[in-house]
């Protein structure tokens, strides 16, 4: 990093006294007024919704709040007639879907868990720094509350937020039945770290590789359990009864370009987040599929959203080199004594800050010019990660965080040596479908869990509750289903057609397709066989100039 | 900017010098061409066989963390998942044998630990597997993303990410829990708290919950 030779040394002449310096703390005030100024969710980029159940009522990101206004990718005389009859339709094969799926084994029920992408393939795996479990000496789930509440600035729904915490002991037990390790220290006892907002350490983790722990386990019992999984299979939208409840889903299969309608007796919906709308044009962390899919199906079927104007920009995304940019660098390394410096040397902000508060302070250096500018037209903050071998020992950054050095090396980097740029990246939905304590929805038939629900984390979520709020109400829902499972029902697309009724009534309707399955830049297109003879679709809105179905390609794969 | 031009499954596109293999293809319309799932290194979807520009073969890599290079040619090399074997409580060398009978047709020829894109020392921890150290193989396969890149380059059948998994899952599932910490009993205390906590307006709520993970206590 030649490139950046001045502030490098700059950095590193100021180490030594940074090594033992307090970090600068803000006040409430300061806090708020940073955030206000400088955290993206602020920017304005927002509005309202003109249909459905949150019509004019709630603020969401311009990128979402046109998928929310968009029509349908199915034909308008598209008439489903069922290929697959199952009792319970889990869409999303991430942490929360597999999750469910396992605690619906032994229930002899049939269970389909359809996923856009491979079983596994989600933000779940992604994770990195751990899962929150209040089990240190003096932790109690009260504690844990207090911090998630203080954190997501009191907008969670307490209720919610109470299960998420009374169940982290039981999570921590079930994963470990399933076979997850988690670092344990030499007495046995688990490892605990502090996280960002946390009181006292609580996060459990495998290295920085938490979420590909969890995942690959939670897959490989999915796999080995009676749970038929249907792969490259997207929901393109929700079936109802008529007469408001769902009933089961049209799937698009990738694979072989048809539709495949399902019918169920009830529907998980766990698809997780949006990063990859990259609203403001932020770089994200998410995986491939993070287009907020579930919230436009559970909306046209009347499901409110809360909470959706709010996002985690997580403060450490990647910078430099490019190929990384927006890749995640764990809290956990800054929990471990890694220092957040300017330019100039400067440490300007407590990098154990609530993440919302940490991200507006790093942009905040930016926009002020006290960021590094990198060859490719980017600028970020350092991150001093060489500090943590000179407090802890060397080779401790290569031990605990091998994910971090495997990443940077590669690019002739090593974070044990050198620091790291970083800047806020896209990170996490914190709002989304409202739910009660089982996971159901307000619509019958119809659950969710995970990223795609709103509610737990408030307005700013706490590192390390989300992979705790996968296990718990994914596992939840699949209970409450098994107690309250609905009679089977009809399959129609009555919501739906109510739905584009109210879009007719808006002016200036958006011209997109929702839900949009892939990110827009990725130039993934839907060319699937027509199972009817189809008009031209959209053609009661008036828009052709985005033909939203191609003619199959013979050539495809 | 500069740009580059790299091929991928025969069909030549620009693209942006230091972006990913997978960047290059979203930009160029063409994300189909690569199965791509996380984006960031650790679902295994997009592997894929590399070639130097001078045309030599330069082995097997993730689309998604390798850095376009004029001249590279891509190739995608999906690898389909294999059929998983239930773990077993405190495995042994002859239990994951008993699971696993391929694991003897190892040759060690170490095409293995040259396909992986996580550094694994994977023909290691497989002679490791044969004799029985299975601790060491636990820690080994830590990091694997489960791309199957090891299985699909043996040529004898050998499953080392299917075995890493089998032994990782076994271990766990046999290790004993804390579970005094885990079975807390929820005490009157408690109780109090839960309602201390969960009283009164939303400002009270706040003001409480501010105090409580200051002191650990109630104060009234």
Redo the contacts between chains.
């Keep these: 990093m030649e490139w950046a030779k001045d502030s490098l040394s700059k950095l590193e002449a100021t180490r030594e006294v940074r090594l033992c310096s307090e970090p600068p703390e803000f006040d409430t005030y300061e806090a708020e007024k940073l955030l206000d100024e400088y955290h993206p969710d602020y920017f304005g980029s927002q509005r309202n919704v003109r249909v459905g159940p949150n019509a004019d009522n709630g603020k969401f990101p311009n990128e979402l709040a046109d998928l929310l206004e968009s029509d349908s990718q199915l034909p308008f005389d598209f008439d489903p007639t069922v290929d697959i009859e199952t009792d319970v339709l889990i869409l999303g094969g991430g942490g929360a879907g597999a999750s469910a799926a396992l605690a619906l084994e032994g229930s002899g029920l049939t269970v389909h868990l359809a996923t856009k992408?491979?079983l596994?393939?989600?933000?779940t795996?992604?994770a990195e720094g751990g899962i929150q479990a209040s089990?240190g000496?003096?932790d109690?789930?009260?504690?844990h509350?207090?911090?998630a509440?203080?954190g997501g600035h009191?907008n969670n729904d307490?209720d919610l937020l109470?299960v998420l915490c009374e169940n982290s002991?039981?999570t921590?037990?079930w994963l470990?039945?399933?076979?997850?390790?988690l670092d344990t220290n030499e007495d046995?006892?688990?490892q605990l770290r502090p996280g960002g907002g946390t009181?006292l350490p609580r996060v459990l983790a495998?290295?920085d590789?938490t979420?590909?722990?969890i995942m690959?386990?939670l897959?490989?019992a999915v796999?080995?359990s009676s749970t038929k999984t249907l792969e490259n299979h997207a929901a393109l939208e929700l079936l109802d009864d008529g007469s408001g409840q769902v009933s089961g889903a049209v799937l698009w299969d990738r694979s072989r370009g048809n539709l495949v309608t399902v019918s169920a007796r009830a529907v998980i919906i766990a698809t997780g987040g949006s990063g990859q709308l990259r609203f403001q044009e932020f770089p994200t962390?998410n995986?491939?599929?993070a287009v907020g899919d579930g919230l436009i199906l559970a909306y046209r079927q009347g499901c409110k959203l809360v909470d959706s104007d709010s996002y985690q920009y997580h403060p450490s995304g990647t910078a430099y080199?490019?190929?990384l940019v927006g890749?995640?660098v764990t809290e956990s390394i800054r929990s471990m004594g890694a220092q957040v410096v300017n330019a100039e040397g400067r440490r300007f902000v407590n990098e154990m800050a609530f993440r919302d508060v940490l991200a507006a302070a790093i942009i905040r250096e930016v926009a002020e010019k006290r960021g590094v500018q990198t060859p490719?037209d980017r600028a970020g903050i350092w991150l001093d990660t060489p500090l943590i071998d000179l407090q802890n020992g060397e080779g401790v950054l290569r031990r605990k965080f091998?994910?971090i050095i495997?990443?940077f090396e590669?690019?002739n980097i090593n974070p044990a040596k050198q620091p790291i740029l970083i800047y806020p990246t896209l990170h996490y939905q914190n709002g989304g479908i409202q739910i009660d304590r089982d996971g159901r929805t307000e619509v019958r038939g119809l659950w969710a869990a995970g990223e795609v629900t709103g509610g737990i984390h408030g307005t700013n979520r706490l590192m390390g509750n989300s992979l705790l709020d996968i296990t718990v109400f994914g596992r939840r829902a699949a209970m409450s289903i098994q107690s309250d499972l609905p009679e089977r029902r009809p399959v129609t697309l009555t919501s739906l057609k109510g739905y584009r009724e109210s879009l007719q009534s808006i002016s200036s309707q958006s011209r997109l397709l929702s839900p949009q399955l892939?990110?827009t830049?990725?130039?993934?297109?839907i060319a699937f066989e027509r199972k009817t003879a189809m008009k031209q679709p959209n053609e009661g809105l008036g828009v052709t100039d985005q033909p939203s179905f191609e003619p199959p390609d013979p050539f495809a794969k | 900017m500069e740009t580059v031009e790299i091929k991928v499954a025969g069909k030549a596109i620009q693209a942006r010098a230091g972006e990913t293999v997978i960047h290059a293809l979203w930009n160029a319309g063409m994300a189909e061409l690569i199965e791509t799932g996380c984006v960031g290194g650790v679902c295994g979807a997009c592997t894929v066989t590399v070639r130097s520009p001078g045309g030599q073969m330069r082995g097997t890599d993730l689309a998604c963390m390798c850095p376009v290079e004029e001249g590279m040619e891509i190739f995608p090399c999906p690898v389909d998942s294999a059929l998983t074997v239930a773990p077993e409580p405190n495995p042994t060398g002859e239990k994951l044998r008993a699971a696993y009978p391929k694991l003897d047709r190892c040759t060690k020829c170490g095409s293995c630990t040259t396909a992986c894109p996580m550094s694994i020392p994977v023909m290691d921890s497989v002679l490791r597997m044969r004799s029985g150290e299975l601790d060491k193989v636990a820690e080994d396969f830590t990091t694997c993303i489960h791309c199957g890149l090891c299985r699909f380059v043996c040529e004898d059948g050998v499953q080392p990410h299917m075995m890493g998994m089998w032994v990782r899952r076994s271990i766990g599932s046999s290790m004993e829990q804390d579970n005094d910490k885990i079975l807390e009993q929820e005490s009157q205390q408690a109780e109090l708290e839960w309602e201390y906590l969960l009283g009164g307006n939303s400002t009270d709520k706040m003001n409480h919950a501010r105090q409580f993970r200051k002191s650990g206590k109630i104060e009234s």
Excluded at chain 1, 140 to 143: E, G, I, Q
Excluded at chain 1, 176 to 181: E, M, T, V
């Design positions: 992408l491979r596994g393939d989600s933000n795996i992604m089990l000496v003096d109690s789930p009260r504690k509350f207090a911090d509440y203080v009191g307490p109470r002991a039981d921590i037990r470990g039945q399933l076979g997850c390790i046995g006892t688990f009181s495998c290295k590789y979420g590909l722990e690959r386990v897959k490989d796999l080995l962390s995986h491939l599929g080199p490019e190929a890749q995640l490719t091998p994910g495997h990443r590669r690019y892939f990110p830049k990725a130039g993934m297109k």
